[in-house]
């Protein structure tokens, strides 16, 4: 099958009623002018409607990352193709891309002070390490988050390295920045996240942060913020920050400039 | 012509040379293990460089959309034809539904204080107030930026309200909420855009505050966290803010929550 013909076999498998969120027209007051939409006709619909499913799922992906939606548990049913295909076919890597390209010519625009407190802090995973082997046998999103089955998955210590994400850690290190690892992952994983890194090709860390006892509680935004300013503390200046969920940039301490990697799998507050 | 083939004429017209962007072969560490991309046999090239060059457009938007791009100046050339079909079609109302949908269920689940002091803040343009009809005639953010001719188009007081917004102006009004307006705008337009905005059917906001001459040097971001600033120590909690641009929503005293209208047209730092 073309690629054309799986988008369009995509498209007509999936249902438009999930799209019908309550769209009522505006009790406007009196004399207010609206942007007019373009008018179309009837014969123009059923077309419409299968372009439309393909459009509002990517509403739902740009939502995903302009961080505009609630926090959500799992994909909707019927983006489950459309992230299938996102992921698996050239939208992931374009992302992804575009994002190392991004990042590359801000890290090579700053001035370094060259005290080794030059920091570039990288989330881990579907930020350096990509799960991607475990999420398509999950549905890529669509099933629930089950953490005994990643924890199983996370201790074979086989993620591989995201390509564009290695060639940004290469360039960054090569800069003279120093290198944080903050993670999600708990400590009692650092023996095989130390193995797991090193086999997909990073290296010379200065630091790899995991989750301890104490900080299970809290949501990611609060803990990496904690981390960011102990760091701070520290005396690091945080120049850049790479990271796949918006709970590893904002919060305090924020980076100079952060750099969202593309993640339509998942959500973590 | 139909919206399929309107599509495809649009992809067919899209160079590809833009999006050549130095992809070269990481310099790995030997043994590192990378995602595999699927193969693709020769036949397929064709058709997934059409699909590609949408793909990418889409790329920079989402990339927009996420803040990871540097300062832009004006849209890429090659996404001329991308970017109007966006703004002209259902994808910007589609992204514009989405942003009020999710607002929505965030307002009504606030509880409010009730003393005056709960606050939304709202942007004005391609916030409350559309200027498609100007960007329509200057190539949808391809020509640059000109504000002597923006200005001559603000002083006409024509602009629409941006209907999914109004809706979300009633609604959030009517919820208790304290609407403050903050506006790049100049506070010598303070008259033509009170007009502006009750002819477009926005009433009854607790402030409209716009850059006074001692502003004008300041980026939005530093003027609107100024403004924020303020606001907090008049007392108000900001608990949502809406905004089309990064620097509507980021820097100090930011909203607890902060919605990110779409706008692929132009960027403000």
Not at 8 to 15: A, G, K, Q, T, V
Not at 204 to 233: P, V
Request: contains cysteine.
């Amino acid at each position: 099958m073309n690629p054309l013909e799986r988008i369009f076999l995509l498209l007509s498998i999936l249902p438009f009623a999930c799209f019908s969120q309550g769209i009522s027209h505006p009790d406007t007051f009196p004399g207010a002018i609206i942007v007019q939409l373009p008018e179309r006709n009837v014969a123009q619909l059923k077309k419409l409607t299968l372009e439309e499913a393909h459009l509002q799922c990517t509403s739902w992906r740009v939502a995903v990352e302009a961080n505009n939606l609630s926090p959500w548990k799992i994909i909707p049913e019927d983006c489950a193709d459309y992230v299938k295909e996102y992921m698996t076919g050239n939208g992931y890597e374009f992302d992804l891309q575009r994002v190392y390209n991004e990042a590359g010519i801000y890290a090579r625009s700053v001035n370094l002070n060259g005290d080794g407190k030059d920091a570039w802090i990288f989330d881990v995973d579907e930020t350096l390490l990509s799960n991607l082997p475990y999420y398509a046998e999950h549905g890529y999103g669509l099933e629930m988050f089950n953490s005994t089955k990643f924890d199983q998955w996370v201790e074979t210590g086989t993620a591989p390295a995201i390509e564009s994400s290695l060639k940004l850690y290469e360039e960054v290190l090569g800069l003279g920045f120093k290198i944080i690892l903050l993670t999600g992952r708990s400590e009692r994983h650092r023996g095989i996240t130390v193995e797991n890194l090193l086999r997909a090709g990073f290296r010379e860390w200065d630091k790899l942060l995991l989750r301890s006892s104490e900080d299970h509680g809290k949501t990611a935004t609060l803990y990496k913020s904690d981390k960011r300013n102990e760091l701070i503390e520290e005396g690091y200046r945080i120049l850049g920050n790479s990271g796949d969920q918006w709970s590893d940039l904002l919060g305090s301490s924020m980076s100079k400039r952060s750099f969202k990697l593309p993640n339509p799998m998942y959500y973590i507050p």
